[in-house]
């Protein structure tokens, strides 16, 4: 008989983990801190710079930072997200044979400052609205939320919908929304809303499903929220080819999308 680990029980039920304790150690989570700052301010280590992104080195520093794919950009961010830890994490919760990353986004929000505060929630929504026309319906796709700061409720931890991965697929949802009431995402007849925090500690991780719905408020504390949403792949998964904005355009390249767990299964739906 084999025994479901309660990760993999809390991940199937819920919709999302929760790695409460840090994953990795002390020294990744400050060199990924450097790093973060390096490509805020421009810097490159690698010698390229990162994707086309929402936000840009010099621009506004009160409003939420989102750079697309800093690990092509800097060799610590690329450290942290091959992590071995992290695709162990992601295997116990899944049974995959392969866990892939193939998008990172680098995710900076500054605390709330005077009378307006600057659009730096993340409205309700899942994550397979942006995914669902670059890969094919089925794949096992998924988010490993990395920490880097303390993220708690008053600086503007993310909020899972328990459960919400398991109704239907449903339309609806803005990541730019600042409404970021319930109302704002289109509830499935005969559903409840149940939200929970996902506080975490720097070094500490959860991970939700492409279909579970989440969002966060803004950060009240006085540091910044920081962390990296790590976009993941296992072996049940395939991508739809032949578009020039494809997200998933890297996947061949192991230095900018590498295997966290296990290898690369011949013949699987990959
Ligand atoms: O950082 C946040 O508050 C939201 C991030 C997000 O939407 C994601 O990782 O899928």
Not at 27 to 39: F, H, I, T
Not at 65 to 73: H, N
Not at 159 to 181: A, I, M, R
Not at 209 to 230: C, D, E, Q
């Amino acid at each position: 008989m084999q025994l479901v680990s309660d990760t993999a029980q809390s991940y199937a039920k819920n919709g999302f983990h929760i790695f409460s304790e840090p994953i990795v150690d002390n020294k990744s989570v400050q060199d990924a801190l450097a790093g973060m700052d390096n490509v805020r301010a421009g810097k490159y280590d690698l010698g390229r710079s990162p994707e086309e992104s929402p936000w840009n080195p010099g621009d506004d520093v009160g409003q939420l930072c989102k750079i697309e794919q800093p690990q092509m950009a800097d060799r610590a961010i690329a450290e942290l997200i091959r992590s071995p830890e992290i695709g162990d994490c992601v295997a116990a919760a899944t049974a995959a044979q392969m866990v892939q990353v193939w998008w990172v986004q680098l995710l900076f929000k500054p605390p709330v400052s005077g009378n307006a505060p600057a659009a730096t929630k993340v409205g309700w929504h899942h994550d397979w609205t942006y995914w669902k026309n670059f890969w094919q319906d089925g794949s096992e796709l998924l988010t490993a939320w990395f920490a880097l700061s303390d993220v708690n409720e008053s600086s503007g931890a993310m909020k899972f919908v328990v459960g919400s991965h398991q109704w239907e697929d449903v339309d609806g949802g803005d990541f730019y929304s600042q409404q970021n009431t319930p109302d704002d995402f289109i509830l499935p007849p005969g559903k409840s809303w149940d939200e929970k925090f996902a506080l975490l500690p720097p070094g500490g991780m959860s991970i939700h499903h492409k279909l579970t719905v989440h969002g966060s408020g803004w950060n009240f504390s006085s540091v910044p929220r920081r962390s990296f949403a790590i976009h993941l792949r296992t072996e049940k998964s395939a991508s739809i080819n032949g578009r020039g904005e494809d997200l998933t355009r890297y996947i061949d390249d192991m230095d900018i999308c590498p295997i966290i767990y296990g290898k690369q299964v011949d013949g699987a739906f990959a």
